[in-house]
T-cell receptor, first 113, second 113 residues
Framework: GAGVSQSPSNKVTEKGKDVELRCDPI?????LYWYRQRLGQGLEFLIY????????KSGLPSDRFSAERTGESVSTLTIQRTQQEDSAVYLC???????????FGPGTRLTVT | RKEVEQDPGPFNVPEGATVAFNCTYS??????FFWYRQDCRKEPKLLMS???SGNEDGRFTAQLNRASQYISLLIRDSKLSDSATYLC??????????????FGTGTRLTIIP
């Protein structure tokens, strides 16, 4: 079946612009995670959605970052007034249940110029 | 103390050798453990789950030591294709009181011909 998909695969934007990144999880997966990975660094947790529970936003680095998910479907990560330090690969992962293995999408490579 | 800690390496190992790395975790109540593999500029992918009694998959062996709160990964007869970053994953209690999977920063392994 289809895996996790993310769009766009690459995004180049000017500093100060807003960007929206999209994640389509595997159908039926209740848990969805967003991560950021800077070049040569580990995964940085951003936000976690589990079913209809309030999302765990503890990893969002600033109020410029926000994310939404409707039910158990698509999620969008929005970065407002982008800064150069926001340049990274943004990875989305979903899992059938909270503690099951996560399946990752291919990521969106964001470059802020 | 970080929730999940790994030696970042790099580990440079000759082809055919055996290599092992550990990952320590802080939450004694953790129940889910995984090893993931991440190739350069790719998304992480599940290598294997870690079971209480230890488990083996071909050349790979994973073990759990609850008393000392660490998991280990052993790779025998290492091959050039084993070169990657290995990520340890453990379930943790989030700031919101729910459980979620937390990734270590990864151990970089390079197999030398």
């Amino acid at each position: 079946g289809a895996g996790v998909s993310q769009s766009p695969s690459n995004k180049v934007t000017e500093k100060g612009k807003d960007v929206e990144l999209r994640c389509d999880p595997i159908s039926g997966h209740t848990a969805l995670y967003w991560y950021r990975q800077r070049l040569g660094q580990g995964l940085e947790f951003l936000i976690y959605f589990q079913g209809n529970s309030a999302p765990d936003k503890s990893g969002l680095p600033s109020d410029r970052f926000s994310a939404e998910r409707t039910g158990e479907s698509v999620s969008t990560l929005t970065i407002q007034r982008t800064q150069q330090e926001d340049s990274a690969v943004y990875l989305c992962a979903s899992s059938p249940r909270p503690l099951d293995e996560q399946y990752f999408g291919p990521g969106t490579r964001l470059t802020v110029t | 103390r970080k929730e999940v800690e790994q030696d970042p390496g790099p580990f440079n190992v000759p082809e055919g050798a055996t290599v092992a790395f550990n990952c320590t975790y802080s939450n004694s109540a953790s129940q889910s453990f995984f090893w993931y593999r991440q190739d350069c500029r790719k998304e992480p992918k599940l290598l294997m789950s870690v079971y209480s009694s230890g488990n083996e998959d071909g050349r790979f062996t994973a073990q759990l030591n609850r008393a000392s709160q660490y998991i280990s990964l052993l790779i025998r007869d290492s091959k050039l294709s084993d070169s990657a970053t290995y990520l340890c994953v453990v379930n943790e209690i989030s700031n919101f009181g729910n459980e979620k999977l937390t990734f270590g920063t990864g151990t970089r392994l390079t197999i030398i011909p």
